[in-house]
């Protein structure tokens, strides 16, 4: 290296730790707590490794990466790891839902039968804003989650299918209730909702969500899953075993987990981005925001703590929405003070079984906002 090339080195090494130490004390001081509590976290819950990204006002304040994103080739996390997204995959959908809503290319209120003809009858009463809101009645695809995951074998995991063969498969099974009459957690409901996307467009899910929303946000390390692609920074997913760390293995079929309910890989670092456009009407009107983040209202008038694509809590008096998202070694959230305008992202890399990052994201939003201290969510739906 000639001797400019490492002045100018040295000069650029200076001007950054200047810049770091121009921070104001107040939030390096907050940083620390952050840091703290999350690797105490870490150390509790047995978690490889943590990214984690901190929003205030549309403006990114807090990203860190924790721990390994791969134990054996001990890569380091940073905030460009790539995770996967899991059930977060579903604002998404809605988002783009409400997309074709808002240009009256479909509306809430659209029997779905409508996009699938060949439905039976039973569907009928189904409307779009049913399967937004996980009242359809159409089993999950992933069985009864009482009875355990995977119970009622509506597909088979290990075998691929077209669009056609999912909905005729959702379609063979029995209601689970009457549509509007209960709330119940339906994958199946997201994944019909990506073919509807298709119906009304031409464009498959990924070609969608990419040309309307992760294109014309910048975030430009959000994928679809696939298992052949190479993916720079990806993380690799993990198991807790007995108290020991194992590689999580991912057995399902590319068509049965390439969905629109929870196939986005992403980072932290991209999900600030999102956060931050939903500030803003640079996707949807804030009408339609607001929409998606009303608690549902039960038959006796009472209000659900779910929304569209969104849990609803009271966080000792502040407003908070929220989602979690996980599957074959991977556990992430996101949450949204609103009214405070403060985020918090988490994602791991441990399977979501042994992992409550709710617990994580409440810990930071403490920091940020102490009144909220002691207020986490719950971690099962």
Known sequence: MRMTQIAVAGCLAVSLAAAADARPAAEVALSAKVDAAVRRQMREQRIPGVSIAVVRDGKLIRAAGYGLSNIELKVPV??????????????????????????????????????????????KPITIRHLL??????????????????????????????????????????????????????????????????????????????????????????TIFNYADIIPNRASGYDLVEGQWKRSVTWQSVSTLNNADGSLLTSTLDLAKWDAALDTERLLKRSSLEAMWKPMDRDDGSAYPAAIAWFVANAQGHRLVFHTGGGFGFYASISRY?????????????????????????????????????????KDW
């Open 78 to 123: 940073r905030p460009e790891t790539i995770f996967a997204a899991g059930s977060i995959t579903k604002q998404f959908t809605a988002t783009a839902v409400m997309m074709l809503v808002e240009e009256e290319r479909l509306s809430l209120d659209d029997s779905i039968t409508k996009y699938f003809p060949d439905a039976p009858p039973a569907w």
């Open 133 to 222: 809101t996980h009242t359809s009645g159409i089993p999950d695809i992933f069985g009864d989650q009482e009875d355990g995951l995977y119970a009622k074998g509506v597909v088979d995991f290990h075998r691929d299918y077209s669009e056609e063969d999912l909905a005729r498969a959702f379609a063979a099974q029995p209601l689970d209730f009457e549509p509007g009459s209960r709330w119940n957690y339906s994958n199946s409901g997201y994944q019909l909702l990506g073919f509807v996307i298709r119906a009304v467009t031409g464009k498959s899910y990924a070609e969608f969500l990419r040309e309307r929303i992760l294109v014309p946000l910048g975030m430009n390390h959000t």
């Open 338 to 378: 609103l009214d405070d305008r403060v985020t918090v992202v988490v994602m791991t890399n441990v399977d979501e079984t042994h992992t409550d990052v709710l617990k994580i994201a409440a810990e930071i939003a403490a920091i940020y906002l102490p009144e909220t201290t002691g207020a986490n969510p719950v």
